[in-house]
């Protein structure tokens, strides 16, 4: 099979917002939007947040192809004044696609030095689905992660609890086995 870009593009098109919203629980891979190289998945993801009217994705990791720039560039509006962050390129095309901040208020220290994918920049391609969206169509449903571990912390006790049960019914059978003899 031979990569067609017309194809590619018309999937793009033919997108709306309610498929890039029913499909953010699969398994996806995040593309430069200019030449299609892959810059990172949905399982380095852990969120997306708005700054100053700019959607991005953040990322824990990214491919070798994101380039952090040389230069430290300083903030200057709304939340990213008095940052210092580098911008993200494309390897193969030079194209920006993010930010990467090395310093920040305390508003945004919680994502110092992790990968923010700009939307508008990049692609997403659904895996199982052979379907590409834009990223600026692409909203994340993730849950905070105080809630998931209260979910896991609830299945580890339901586990717990059914495996206390086993154990008293086979001290019982063992017990009663004892007595039969």
């Not at 380039?67 to 509006?77: P, S």
């Not at 590409?132 to 169509?137: A, C, R």
């Given at each position: 099979?031979?990569?067609?870009?017309n194809l590619l593009i018309s999937r793009i098109?033919?997108?709306?917002?309610?498929?890039g919203e029913a499909l953010v629980k699969q398994q996806m891979t995040?593309?430069?939007?200019?030449?299609?190289?892959?810059?990172?998945d949905s399982v380095g993801v852990c969120g997306e947040i708005v700054i100053n009217s700019v959607d991005f994705i953040v990322c824990l990791r990214v491919t070798n192809?994101?380039?952090?720039?040389?230069?430290?560039?300083?903030?200057?509006?709304?939340?990213?004044a008095d940052c210092i962050f580098s911008s993200l390129k494309c390897r193969v095309c030079c194209s920006a696609v993010g930010k990467i901040i090395h310093s920040a208020s305390s508003r945004l220290a919680p994502i110092r030095s992790l990968f923010l994918l700009h939307k508008e920049n990049i692609n997403c391609y659904i895996l199982n689905s052979i379907s590409?969206?834009?990223?600026?169509?692409l909203k994340l449903d993730l849950k905070p992660l105080r809630d998931t571990i209260n979910e896991v912390r609830q299945e580890y006790k339901a586990q717990l609890d059914h495996m206390s049960q086993l154990k008293s019914r086979l001290a019982d059978r063992s017990v009663t086995s004892d007595l039969d003899k």
């Open positions: 099979m031979e990569y067609d870009e098109e033919d997108m709306n917002l309610e498929d995040f593309h430069c939007a200019q030449c299609n190289t892959v810059l990172a192809d994101v380039a952090i720039g040389e230069r430290n560039e300083l903030g200057h509006k709304e939340k990213m590409m969206l834009k990223g600026s169509t």
